[in-house]
């Protein structure tokens, strides 16, 4: 079962074949077997998921559900649920019992879902590896001595491994999508706006958006309906209409125009990685695409760039983190700066302060001009080459990462070279672009991931791109061995 | 731009973190490196682009000045480090 999408475990479930309670007990089982040497996940609610389980039953029973009553899933620990632990993968929340459900948690939730627990991710989602976590690394179930990638390692990890059918995740540089290339899962970050942020914990807020990490583009398009659309606790939610993601799925790509910058194929790029990427564009070729080279001239330039506006952005939101109404707190402080400085030095792992300080100095006085109104004018002229890209072509393909998974500990102490892993994600969240991971052939029996970038709000386009190519071939269909 | 001990200190006070004198030097080491990679930005004119606050130039959203949250003081204080009759503990402030 664990193998499965959600549509065929929804006929399933639908026919009698299987309970929700024996799915869920099967994932529960699964994860008890796999997750010592995995560490998928930060806590478990395996009584809550029982629970909840017995009452999709009854509602399938009933002839009401909908397509995610009784699918067990994960959500990343950036997500808060009420009265459960939420902890960003930080010391600094190990205690933090959140109050309240985030809304994507309670959209899925009024949706039917069994959620199993909580996922282990990059300490506040800083970090490509998931080796920044205050609860260790996860592993990658492909071999367990590489990354996951980050910061939704965990959610990648635990889908890949079928520990769940579905995780959620965020992506604030590429966060979803890496981890969803380097673990050979799908991976959707929608529009900037699309999902609530509500109950998200923070980190740069003017990129940070929630997606699902899932085994299919069709699976996406059911956990997308679910969550997407306007809230009215989340200030920068999108008004725009919520489509039917699946009403599309099938159609057909001919006349699809394609195009591929030509900086995401420079010399950065893996060899094999290149050839596997190659390989699902002839496969798009031969569905009927066009496929045409583009320029995103100013791209070279995002990494500098977000390096600027997400520590900037981190330093303001991780301010709240202060020892005195939630979270970590110093022993004995001997006044209050002393209970700040403490608190939070103590609180916060090496990545995270290190943005701190980062963003903190881009915003302090003397420097604003030179580093943040710098590098929110490169911002716009980033978001403008997509803009005229998009007169142009339908969507954009290109390597989701410049290889595949790399070594636990190969780039954990140099913060510069693991940032470049995230040079062909980053550019989206700057503009605040939807783009989608899908799995393409291994390289050396590691996963690889197209990346399609649309324009904004087209998330079906996305999906039905993906599914297209998920549809001709059996790329997505591969398991690690061993799971 | 290369950061001197005395700037991380600097900086580290702005930000409210403790910074040990025997991390200074690697720390200064570093954010001097992420500068560096920040830098690339010098290489670009920018005369005259507007800068972009948000991806989709929305403007921020106004609503009605009407209560719509309930008080939850008491749940939102039961994961506080220290309170007292509703009110958060802190070290003494004024002498």
Redesign the interface.
């Known amino acids: 079962m664990h193998s499965k999408n959600i549509t065929e475990l929804g006929a399933g479930l639908r026919a009698g074949d299987f309970s929700s309670v024996e799915l869920t007990r099967s994932f529960l089982d699964r994860i008890e077997q796999y997750d010592a040497e995995l560490n998928c996940f930060i806590t478990l609610a395996p009584e809550q998921a029982l629970a909840k389980a017995a009452v999709a039953d009854q509602l399938i029973r009933s002839g009401n559900a909908g397509p995610l009553a009784g699918i067990p899933i994960a959500h990343k620990d950036i997500f808060c649920t009420r009265g459960m632990k939420t902890s960003c993968g930080s010391k600094m929340l190990d205690?933090?019992?959140a109050?309240y459900d985030a809304t994507l948690v309670k959209r899925l939730d009024e949706a039917g879902v069994v959620m199993l627990g909580k996922t282990n991710m990059d300490e506040f989602a800083m970090g490509s590896s998931n080796e920044t976590s205050y609860y260790g690394a996860v592993r990658n179930p492909w071999d367990k001595n590489l990354v996951p990638g980050g910061s939704s390692g965990g959610s990648a990890a635990s889908v890949a491994a079928g520990l769940c059918v579905v995780a959620t995740g965020t992506d604030t540089g590429g966060s979803i999508r890496q981890p969803a290339a380097l673990c050979g899962v799908t991976g959707l970050k929608p529009?900037?706006?699309r999902i609530s942020r509500y109950g998200m914990i923070a980190f740069a807020s003017?990129?940070d958006q929630a997606g699902p990490i899932t085994r299919s583009a069709a699976d996406a398009a059911l956990v997308l309906q679910a969550v997407a659309g306007f809230d009215?606790h989340d200030?920068?939610s999108?008004e725009e209409p919520v489509p039917d993601y699946s009403e599309h799925l099938n159609d057909r790509l001919h006349g699809l125009k394609i195009g591929l910058p030509k900086e995401y194929f420079d010399e950065g790029l893996d060899g094999d990685v290149a050839r596997s990427i190659d390989l699902a564009i002839d496969e798009y070729r031969r569905q009927g695409a066009e496929v045409m080279e583009i320029s995103l001239p100013?791209s070279?330039?995002s990494?500098?760039?977000y390096?600027?506006v997400a520590p900037a952005e981190c330093?303001s939101n991780l301010?709240r983190f202060?020892?005195?109404?939630?979270?970590y707190?110093c022993q004995e402080?001997?006044?209050?700066?002393?209970?700040?400085?403490?608190s939070?030095?103590e609180g916060?792992g090496a990545e995270v302060?290190?943005r701190?300080?980062?963003g903190?100095?881009?915003l302090?006085a003397g420097y604003y001009d030179a580093?943040y109104?710098?590098?929110?004018?490169?911002?716009?002229?980033i978001?403008d080459d997509f803009k005229r890209a998009f007169e142009k072509v339908d969507v954009i393909m290109g390597p989701t990462s410049p290889t595949t998974a790399f070594a636990l500990g190969e780039k954990a102490d140099d913060?510069?070279t693991m940032?470049l892993s995230d040079i062909y994600t980053i550019a989206a969240n700057?503009?605040?672009?939807p783009g989608i991971s899908v799995p393409v052939k291994p390289a050396n029996g590691k996963p690889v991931g197209l990346q399609i970038i649309g324009n904004?709000f087209q998330e079906a386009k996305l999906l039905n791109v993906a599914h297209r190519l998920q549809q001709e071939s059996d790329w997505h269909l591969a398991a690690p061995a061993g799971y | 731009m290369s950061?001197e001990r005395s700037?991380?200190e600097n900086?580290?006070h702005?930000?409210?973190?403790?910074?040990n004198a025997n991390e200074l030097d690697s720390?200064a080491g570093?954010?001097t490196?992420?500068?560096r990679?920040?830098?690339?930005?010098?290489a670009?004119d920018?005369a005259g682009?507007?800068?972009?606050?948000?991806?989709?130039h929305?403007a921020?959203?106004l609503?009605p000045d009407e209560v719509s949250e309930n008080d939850?003081r008491e749940?939102?204080q039961?994961?506080?480090?220290?309170t007292e009759n509703g009110l958060?503990l802190?070290?003494?402030?004024i002498e």
């Open positions: 205690n933090f019992i109050p529009t900037y706006g003017s990129l009215r200030s920068t999108a100013n070279e330039l990494v500098a760039t390096y600027v330093s301010s202060d020892g005195v109404r939630f979270g707190r402080p001997r006044d209050l700066e002393d209970l700040y400085k403490r939070r030095s916060f302060k290190r701190i300080l980062i903190t100095y881009a302090s580093y109104l710098k590098a929110q004018q490169i911002r716009h002229l978001s913060p510069v940032y700057l503009a605040g672009l904004y | 950061l700037d991380v900086i580290a702005l930000a409210r973190l403790a910074v720390v570093d954010l490196t992420i500068l990679l920040v830098e690339q930005m010098n670009v920018t682009v507007v800068p972009m606050a948000h991806p989709l929305m921020q959203r609503r939850q749940l939102f039961s994961i506080a480090p220290a958060y802190v070290p003494k402030v």
